[in-house]
């Protein structure tokens, strides 16, 4: 071993040695007169180049073999860490997707710990990262107050001093974005994902579009090319889903598919998985995957022993206002009243779920589309439940839509085998929601209101307004105070999105 590299381990171990000891002292490290420590390149020259020239043009090179840009608005990326070499277009391929030219209040960078375990999550706060390219600035204000205000997050020095999974991101963020940015570097020591799930609340209020979030993760380690090509699709599918639980499912069955040098389905899976919590309820995100590669399509890889690395964005939904082509004639209307009736008479009375005869629908009602199921005894409520995404067909959506309001409205009991026969089944199939900049925009009677604030939202159909004769001010401030829980005059300073639905039940074909 030559003396600089001597050098360099040497120096690595000090370091590691010397704050490790100590990462537990004091909760928060702080800089004392003003002095940063800045955490400098431990991954230079091995993962990706280690000089500035050298490194800009291998991002270069990476980022023309990318995947283009969707020229969509882009909240949060997944991408891989590996060597440059192996996963540099895949990443590449997420960061192409970030608008260049947007002025980002923070990038939350976070990653899974390889090296170093411990409760919740550790944070960089003592100064910014250093690449080749330059210093990557980190808000080390937002970094100490989230220290300071939860036990979950400390400053750890371990966390950050070997760790490469968080580094390797920060040169494609230097190359792609053209404005100033500063990150917040959160590394993830837990493996609970209760914990996941804390640190995904203290977040969400951050998850908007002043700020990129960026996950860093590989997906199967060491199966062969066949198989990780199987399985890693498989994993992204689940994120696809935007449903956390599936995912942590997927990824914690690895001892029952029997996949032969199968480590992990994916090392940074608790970062995935606190993004996936932090957007479950967001109906107005989609996941999309881009890009897919292992290390065995490489010139340096093994085809018998791989890694695997999949490119995936989370984005807003393109928005639109009109209902437009899609229409559902009066047999799509029975037909999911059917359903809707079928599935929730023999639900309650034999606890089953009817399997259906998709043969006889359309393609409409085999079309993504969100909808809610009300049920109405006697001409009042007796349970509504619904949903805005568009994950599964229409179908799929009512059936499920009719289960749960009949048996999961938390504002009533169950409903009863005595009383079916005094329900009627009415049906709201919405259409995609629109951003609205002035309340002036929302037409009483046609459009339906969805009010977020921060992780709260509330909805109204728009045939609320109808029923209860309210005006404009009232049916914002009831979905604020009643449905977001933050007050009636919340929406004043909330997002506020509108949507129409088609609204039918079975009076209709009496």
Known sequence: MNNKKFNFYFLIIFLFIFFGCTAQESKNQSVENDQLYNRQPAFAGQFYPGTKEELQNMLGDLFLKAEP??????????????????????AASSF?????????????????????????ASLYSIGNYITPLGEVKVNIELANKLIEEYEFFNYVPKAH???????????????????????VPIVIGTQSKDMCKKMADVLLPYFNEENLFVI????????????ANKWDIKTAETILLNDPDKFYTCVHTNKDDHVPNLSTRACGWTSVLTLLYMTENLSDVEYEHILYKNSGDTDFGDKNRVVGYNSIVLSRKESNNNVGDFQLTEKDKKDLLDIARTTVTEHI???????????????????????FVTLNKFHRLRGCIGRFDAEQPLYEVVQQMAIASSTQDTRFTPVMKYELQDLEVEISVLTPMKKINSIEEIELGKHGIYIKKGYRTGTFLPQV?????????????????????????????????????????????E
């Not at 192409?96 to 919740?120: C, D, L, M, W």
């Not at 034999?350 to 589309?369: F, G, V």
């Open 161 to 183: 001093i070997s760790e490469h999974s968080l580094e390797v991101q920060l040169p494609f963020l230097q190359y792609r974005l053209q404005k100033d940015f500063q990150i």
């Open 96 to 120: 192409n997707q970030v608008n260049p030219s947007k002025t980002y209040e923070n990038v939350f960078v976070i990653a899974s710990s390889h090296r170093a375990y411990y409760e919740g």
């Open 349 to 371: 009375t034999n606890n089953k779920i009817p399997e259906l005869n998709t043969d006889i629908y359309s393609e409409t009602l085999k079309t993504h589309c969100g909808a």
């Open 465 to 509: 307004a109808t029923e209860t004769g309210w005006n404009l001010d009232e049916f914002l401030g009831h979905c604020a105070r009643d449905k977001a829980g933050i007050g009636w005059d919340g929406w004043k300073d909330a997002d506020i999105y509108i949507y129409e639905a088609i609204v039918f039940s079975e009076s209709d074909f």
């Open 216 to 227: 860093s993760s590989d997906f199967s380690h060491f199966p062969d090319y066949i198989e």
């Open 69 to 90: 840009g969707k020229e969509k608005e882009v909240l949060a990326i997944i991408s891989p860490h590996a060597g440059y070499v192996y996963s540099g277009v895949v």
